[in-house]
């Protein structure tokens, strides 16, 4: 415990490299699990889910959220979940009741937990900038949300974790190296990908996502 809330203090000053957090952490499948339930902090999850968001085997998802139970981390939660099938007429729509998982909140070290976390590779600028130096003629990357330690801005602050602005974009590359962040933050990343005349059109009509974007605590990368 003692460990944990040194390395928190210590975080957010330095950069927490992954291979770091993976033999604190006991692997890196374990990092991606605990980032999963920490930056979501109100969804629910079947084992299912886990496996698929966090990209590890069904074996390893169910270890790791067991490990997690114990620790006292996650709880279990019924919730009903829809399900749409196709019908004659369009789809029908049905609700199955089913067991998961979600962050328990009186876990007494979320907070260092999230820091420590927030400040290892994955949010390393260079790192984010190496991950979309091949998408074609990139003209402007911001990043804001999660990348900016802002955890609940959704709700509260601008709709988006990324901008990314340019010509000739290569859509399957950037969804790929999207998708690979999404697997080790653990969220599902809000991003918006704009040609340079839409963008410059926007800015200059003072469009209010754009406004909103850069009104809101954000870095430009690029």
């Known amino acids: 415990i003692y460990f944990c809330q040194e390395l928190h203090l210590r975080s957010r000053g330095t950069l927490v490299h992954m291979d770091i957090l993976t033999k604190l952490f006991g692997g890196t ?3 991606k699990i605990m980032r999963l339930f920490l930056f979501n902090p109100d969804a629910v999850f079947e084992t299912k889910d886990v496996k698929a968001r966090a990209q590890v085997t069904p074996e390893t998802a169910r ?12 709880k279990r939660k019924t919730f ?7 019908a ?8 199955r009741r089913v067991q998961g998982w979600t962050l328990d909140k009186q876990f007494s070290f979320i907070e260092p937990l999230r820091n420590i976390l ?5 949010f390393r600028k ?3 900038i190496d991950r979309f ?3 074609g003629r990139l003209k402007l990357l911001i990043i804001s949300g ?3 330690d802002e955890i609940e801005h959704t709700d509260t602050h601008g709709k988006i974790d990324m901008l990314l602005v340019g010509d000739r974009l290569k859509q399957r590359v950037i969804h790929v190296a999207l998708k690979s962040f999404e697997s080790e933050i653990g969220r599902e990343l809000q991003y918006t990908v704009m040609k340079t005349d839409d963008f410059m059109y926007r800015r200059g009509i003072y469009d209010k996502f754009i406004r909103d974007i850069l009104d809101y605590p954000h870095e430009i990368l690029v």
Do not use: D, M
């Open 80 to 86: 009903f979940k829809e399900n749409a099938q196709k």
């Open 63 to 74: 270890r790791e959220v067991a490990h997690a139970y114990n620790l006292g981390l996650i």
């Open 88 to 95: 004659k007429k369009g789809f029908r729509v049905s609700k």
């Open 29 to 31: 499948a374990y990092v």
């Open 133 to 135: 130096k091949n998408i």
């Open 146 to 148: 999660i990348f900016v």
């Open 118 to 122: 927030l400040n290892s590779e994955s």
């Open 126 to 128: 260079e790192t984010i």
